[in-house]
């Protein structure tokens, strides 16, 4: 923002960037949970069946909560001047 980004912009930047490694890392778990459940279900019987709507929830879940994890410190970022950071540091 001290060299001319809109706040706009810098959160977008910052929220984009942290949206695809949410979604590659819930990718990654969601598969080796799969991976796992078969597993667990092979060497015992009393595994809990999964639904589809659980993954998918549970998912939404941790999207969610990332996100909102990322936008609150970029907001209250992007509020403070540029000028009184730079002559801070």
Partial sequence: ???????G???RNILGTTTGWVVAGLACGLGL???ARSMVRAL???AVQGSPWMYILVVL???AMTLAAAY???RRGSRLDPAIALHCE
Wanted: hydrophobic share 70%; charged share 10%.
């Fill in 9 to 11: 912009a810098v959160i």
């Fill in 61 to 63: 879940f941790f999207f």
């Fill in 44 to 46: 015992s019987n009393a």
């Fill in 72 to 74: 609150l410190p970029v």
């Fill in 33 to 35: 949970g799969l991976a």
């Fill in 1 to 7: 923002m001290a060299l001319g980004a809109r706040r």
